[in-house]
């Protein structure tokens, strides 16, 4: 509608320049006319602009409202990213781990474990000794002196000194029956040593043990009682790197002086 009361307007002007040069004798147009003419025409032109600024400010709302709704969903985007990358870790549920329903069975089976050197008592002379344990040795041995042997009802016995009041005093003296006799060799140039074999009870701890112990003077050496091989045979397994599994008896005797 603009466009066209523009154009009107020109095509008045157009005219009214035309009837100005043309001869004498045509009608001629009255200002009245005229102005009457161009105020319409300026009427309709400013019609014609309201209604084109109305159209533009409806379009432009639209988008307005269309720019808001795009920045809400933005903004709603962006929140649930967030939401998203904050959220904890559930760590997933620990697995049950299965119980065997019986351990396995010790390596030592029956045996017990014995260190390198052990409390054992002699139920025969009511005695703890420090005792060392000696895979070496075949044989095992007690500390005796004043070894006298005689015979009671037909058999061999021997009467022996015990120090088991400790070293620096006087021992104590027991009868026992001999059960046989071993030769021990203590060198290549020295002469077999016959020495008496007694039967002893022993106790290490809790474990309780029967053995046969030959008789010697052990006064030099650290231990007045010695168990060897055949005592731990099928009973026994020696760990060397501890001493005292199964307690250390304050009152032990030693052959030491300390």
Same mark, same amino acid.
């Given at each position: 509608?603009?466009?066209?009361?523009?154009?009107?307007?020109?095509?008045?002007?157009?005219?009214?320049?035309?009837?100005?040069?043309?001869?004498?004798?045509?009608?001629?147009?009255?200002?009245?006319?005229?102005?009457?003419?161009?105020?319409?025409?300026? =009427?309709?032109?400013?019609? @014609?602009?309201?209604? +084109? $600024?109305?159209?533009?400010?409806?379009?432009?709302?639209? /988008?307005?409202? *269309?720019?808001?709704?795009?920045?809400?969903?933005?903004?709603?985007?962006?929140?649930?990213?967030?939401?998203?990358?904050?959220?904890?870790?559930?760590?997933? =549920?620990?697995?049950?781990? @299965?119980?065997?329903? +019986? $351990?396995?069975?010790?390596?030592?089976?029956?045996?017990? /474990?014995?260190? *390198?050197?052990?409390?054992?008592?002699?139920?025969?002379?009511?005695?703890?000794?420090?005792?060392?344990?000696?895979?070496?040795?075949?044989?095992?041995?007690?500390?005796?002196?004043?070894?006298?042997?005689?015979?009671?009802?037909?058999?061999?016995?021997?009467?022996?000194?015990?120090?088991?009041?400790?070293?620096?005093?006087?021992?104590?003296?027991?009868?026992?029956?001999?059960?046989?006799?071993?030769?021990?060799?203590?060198?290549?140039?020295?002469?077999?040593?016959?020495?008496?074999?007694?039967?002893?009870?022993?106790?290490?701890?809790?474990?309780?043990?029967?053995?046969?112990?030959?008789?010697?003077?052990?006064?030099?050496?650290?231990?007045?009682?010695?168990?060897?091989?055949?005592?731990?045979?099928?009973?026994?397994?020696?760990?060397?790197?501890?001493?005292?599994?199964?307690?250390?008896?304050?009152?032990?005797?030693?052959?030491?002086?300390?």
């Amino acid at each position: 509608m603009f466009k066209q009361a523009l154009a009107l307007t020109i095509a008045v002007l157009i005219v009214s320049g035309c009837t100005a040069t043309q001869h004498s004798h045509a009608p001629s147009i009255s200002n009245a006319d005229l102005n009457s003419t161009l105020q319409t025409s300026q =009427a309709q032109i400013i019609t @014609a602009f309201n209604d +084109q $600024c109305s159209k533009q400010s409806d379009d432009i709302t639209g /988008l307005s409202i *269309e720019l808001r709704k795009l920045k809400t969903q933005v903004s709603e985007a962006m929140a649930q990213s967030q939401k998203l990358a904050v959220a904890p870790v559930v760590a997933p =549920a620990p697995r049950p781990v @299965a119980v065997p329903s +019986q $351990c396995p069975e010790s390596l030592i089976g029956e045996k017990f /474990l014995l260190g *390198e050197a052990e409390s054992v008592y002699m139920d025969e002379v009511k005695t703890t000794f420090a005792t060392r344990i000696d895979t070496g040795a075949e044989s095992s041995s007690l500390d005796a002196r004043n070894i006298v042997l005689f015979e009671r009802n037909g058999e061999e016995w021997v009467r022996y000194d015990v120090m088991t009041n400790g070293p620096d005093k006087a021992g104590n003296t027991f009868e026992s029956k001999v059960e046989r006799f071993v030769r021990i060799k203590q060198d290549a140039t020295s002469e077999d040593d016959r020495r008496p074999v007694i039967h002893a009870h022993l106790k290490i701890g809790q474990y309780s043990a029967e053995t046969d112990l030959n008789l010697t003077d052990r006064s030099h050496l650290d231990y007045p009682l010695l168990l060897g091989r055949k005592f731990m045979k099928d009973i026994a397994i020696v760990d060397v790197g501890q001493i005292y599994i199964h307690g250390k008896d304050k009152n032990q005797v030693t052959t030491l002086i300390k």
